[in-house]
């Protein structure tokens, strides 16, 4: 079992930046695949960016590549999520997940936290 805990989200104009992060439990960290999701209001959950167990290999969405930037500490049991130039329709809860095995753009994680909204203002 692997508890999810997001956190960082917060109020900003539109071009600035933030970095979320989410802190996961457990001492097997570096065996599951991270992502991040996000959830617009009156929208469907989608898919932002996942990394791999080690940290090598990274997916980004179309929308963010460019903008956004993925990363973790194994040794911490963290993973970040960076975003810069930030947009209104950034606006969102976002997730973490985690997944054992290799990562996937899909939804198919096996655990999710409860969320951090970011709320970007034009």
């Known amino acids: 079992q692997v508890q999810l805990v997001e956190s960082g989200g917060g109020l900003v104009q539109a071009g600035g930046s933030l970095r979320l992060s989410c802190a996961a439990s457990?001492?097997?960290?570096?065996?599951?695949?991270m992502a991040w999701f996000r959830q617009a209001p009156g929208k469907e959950r989608e898919f932002v960016t996942n990394?791999?167990?080690?940290?090598?290999?990274?997916d980004y969405a179309d929308s963010v590549k460019g903008r956004f930037t993925v990363s973790r500490e194994n040794a911490k049991n963290l993973v970040y999520l960076q975003m810069n130039s930030l947009k209104p329709e950034d606006t969102a809860v976002y997730y973490c997940?985690?997944?054992?095995?290799?990562?996937?753009?899909?939804?198919?994680?096996?655990?999710w936290g409860r969320g951090t909204l970011v709320t970007v203002s034009s």
């Open positions: 997940a985690a997944r054992r095995g290799p990562r996937v753009v899909t939804s198919e994680y096996d655990y």
């Open positions: 457990g001492r097997t960290f570096s065996t599951y695949a």
């Open positions: 990394i791999s167990r080690g940290g090598s290999n990274t």
